[in-house]
């Protein structure tokens, strides 16, 4: 079972729309998530963070965590074309010693105008 | 710009070439990271730093080489790659605090193996 699961997509939402991205993990150990937006071509820009059970709003970005369901989400409000991107899903793990980011393989958006 | 930078930014070797990638962080954080990323893959962690010891290999080929000479500086030496080792190399810094693990990201070195 891979530890970080998430939809490869593409996902495709129309401008002004709300996209929702879904992440599922396995260790149930894990306290920290964290969602990542990546621009072809370009690095991981970390765009929200989440470490208790709820929502945490930020902006047009909301980010909604279940530990007992072991599944995070992203929501983007009025979806924008410069929203278009591949979306990763991150959660910490705790190995050999270290801190980690187990990623999911990324989930690619298309906002249509 | 996340206070992480790489050079080069891109990188093209032959196998028997050697060449070592360069990331420093601006942040004041005490633990780095080296990602592979390949294409239709998830990141791939290869090597984890915190104070500057290593504590996390991968399973990574002995053809990559880490350093880390302080909290501010990596270093990723390669040498005899193959064509499969072309990938995207991130590199990523943390603070190690008890509950926060936020990762931040450096621009990347696109490196070509021919």
């Known amino acids: 079972q891979k530890e970080v699961e998430q939809n490869s997509g593409p996902l495709s939402v129309p401008e002004g729309a709300i996209a929702s991205l879904n992440c599922t993990y396995s260790d149930r150990g894990s306290q920290s998530f964290f969602w990542y937006r990546q621009y072809s071509g370009k690095s991981p820009e970390l765009i929200m963070f989440?470490?208790?059970?709820g929502d945490k709003e930020d902006g047009r970005f909301t980010a909604q965590l279940n530990k007992a369901s072991q599944y995070v989400s992203l929501l983007i409000r009025d979806s924008q074309p410069s929203d278009s991107a591949t979306y990763l899903c991150?959660?910490?793990?705790?190995?050999?010693?270290?801190?980690?980011?187990?990623f999911g393989q990324g989930t690619r958006l298309t906002i249509n105008p | 710009e996340t206070g992480v930078t790489q050079t080069p930014r891109h990188l093209v070797m032959g196998m028997t070439n050697k060449k070592s990638l360069k990331c420093e962080q601006h942040?004041?954080?005490?633990?780095m990271y080296w990602y592979k990323q390949s294409a239709k893959k998830p990141l791939e962690l290869m090597f984890v730093?915190?104070?500057?010891?290593?504590?996390e290999n991968n399973s990574v080929p002995s053809r990559f080489s880490p350093e880390c000479p302080n909290s501010s500086h990596l270093f990723l030496h390669l040498h005899t790659l193959q064509p499969e080792d072309s990938a995207l190399y991130l590199c990523?810094?943390?603070?190690?605090?008890?509950?926060?693990?936020?990762?931040?990201f450096g621009p990347g070195t696109r490196l070509t193996v021919t």
């Open positions: 730093y915190s104070l500057e010891e290593r504590v």
């Open positions: 942040l004041g954080h005490n633990a």
């Open positions: 989440i470490y208790s059970n």
């Open positions: 990523a810094s943390s603070q190690e605090i008890i509950g926060v693990y936020e990762q931040y």
């Open positions: 991150a959660v910490n793990i705790y190995s050999q010693g270290a801190q980690k980011l187990v």
